[in-house]
């Protein structure tokens, strides 16, 4: 399979988990994340998180209920033209949306920030933290752009398990996640993984 194969199998995989499993797997998910978030060093001003399209877990209610209680920000992606790095805009549940250049709900406010950490869609992934997305290569250029610019990010990729692939055959601008997280639990990939 090449990589657009893999994202064809996977989105079809994942459209078909029936919506009592997802419950419990995007209840399973959220878990993961929450136990990675809470052991962060320090509190963090912003958490990235995204709108949850096209069968990808969802997590946002509670993400946004856990930020809130902690007294962190949660904003959430835009992609305002193809081929730039995404921008993230402050929200909160209930707050005024517009739509991006793929037609998906983001903040309507323009103010933008630089979350140190964000959880990052995947539609596949390996177990050495690469992953494949819609193929806009929207996430690589973000965190390309964290680098560039010196600020440290996590990345928390999240999916689920009959997404996981054996290689999803990262090209020279994939960069993996720090984390991974599925139903099945949180994991450091073994290429990442510190003594
Ligand atoms: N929930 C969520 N929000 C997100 C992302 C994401 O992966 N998930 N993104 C992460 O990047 C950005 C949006 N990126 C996207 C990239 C491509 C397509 C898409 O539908 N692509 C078409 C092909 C379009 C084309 O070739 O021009 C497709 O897959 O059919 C959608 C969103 C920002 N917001
Ligand atoms: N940092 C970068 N600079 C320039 N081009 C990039 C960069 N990262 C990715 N690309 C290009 O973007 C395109 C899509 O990449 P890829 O197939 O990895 O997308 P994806 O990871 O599935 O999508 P996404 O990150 O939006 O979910 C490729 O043509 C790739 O070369």
Redesign the pocket.
Known sequence: MD?AQMRQWALARREAIVPEVRRAWDAAIWQGVKEILAALPAAQPWIGGYWAVRAEPDVLTPLAAWTARRGMGLALPAALQKAVPLVFRPWSPGAPMTRDVFGLPVPAGEEAVWPAVLLVPLVAFDAAGY???????????TL?AYRAAGRPVTAIGVGYECTRLPDTHP?V??LPMDWIVTEAGAFQPAARKRA
Do not use: L, N
């Open positions: 990589r992953r494949i997305g819609y193929g806009g290569g929207f996430y690589d250029r390309a090209g601008h994939d």
